[in-house]
């Protein structure tokens, strides 16, 4: 599934195109993804301005001059590709712009979802009004974990992942991110010392950044707008290095935790 980085480097790369651009063209390839596309699609955004792209936890957003956002999520598979030489298959929505561009939103499984929403009314929108804050701004401090975390004895990895806590981390960058701090993924959360989170919420926020800077990671169906994979998973320290040596020596070991898989290394995360 595209996590935060690859929404982020989504969002970016259809910025390149979409913004201050006029939308002419609204096309719905079929009636549902997840669930099925806004009825008034096509009428609220032929003839709007783009205003910004932004990103909302593992949501894009796409805002225009009408008090409209559009919101995507990529699901499983989804992606948007720019200017295709070919409408495919799967691309189920497909916007055309007056500068000339097409962005066809291709999603194979149709996991994903495309929503509409009054722009003044984002904040109140059911999948956004319980979202913690977001790893890459101001609301994201140790001071914030340490009060979600206080006399919680659920495992530090598994409240990382709740999106109430945090909003849009995923399982690939919360590995990470506690192997680098030394952080024991299995440790209740309640007793994860000051120090510990202090040094854990800068390695969240930098290995985000890095794996956007290299345009995600390539898992499965992902890729960029542009048509270039991802290339961050070369960097990863441990998710899927089970048996793999460890920087540190160790060795790099998995486990289950809410049913997804845990890859840590016990020599260096306590």
Known sequence: ?????????????????????VLTGVAVNRADLRRPF??????????????????????????????????FHLG???RWRIDPTAIEKHDHLVLETGRGHVLALNDARRFGSVDLV?????????????????????????????????????????????QRIVAGLGNIYVCEALHRAGI????????????????????IRDVLEESIAAGGSTLRDYARPDGELGY?????RVY?????????????ERVVQGGRSTFFCRKCQR
């Open 184 to 203: 024991h993924p299995e440790r209740e959360a309640g007793k994860v010392s000051r120090a510990a989170l202090n040094r854990l919420v800068p390695q």
């Open 118 to 162: 009054d722009t003044p009314l984002l904040d109140q929108w059911p999948a956004f009004a319980a979202l913690g804050p977001e790893p890459l701004g101001p609301g994201l401090t140790s001071a914030h974990l340490a009060t979600a975390f206080k006399d919680r004895v659920a495992a530090i990895k598994l409240l990382l992942l709740d």
């Open 240 to 252: 899927g290095r089970e048996g793999e040596q460890c920087a540190c020596g160790g060795a790099v």
């Open 38 to 71: 806004p009825p008034d699609l096509a009428q609220v955004l032929i003839g709007a301005r783009v205003t910004g792209l932004s990103r909302r936890a593992k949501y894009g957003l796409i805002h225009t001059d009408r008090d409209a956002t559009m919101i």
């Open 1 to 21: 599934m595209p996590e935060l980085p690859e929404v982020e480097t989504t969002v970016r790369g259809l910025a390149g195109v979409l913004q201050d651009d």
């Open 76 to 78: 499983m598979s989804g």
């Open 232 to 236: 961050f998973a070369k960097d990863w």
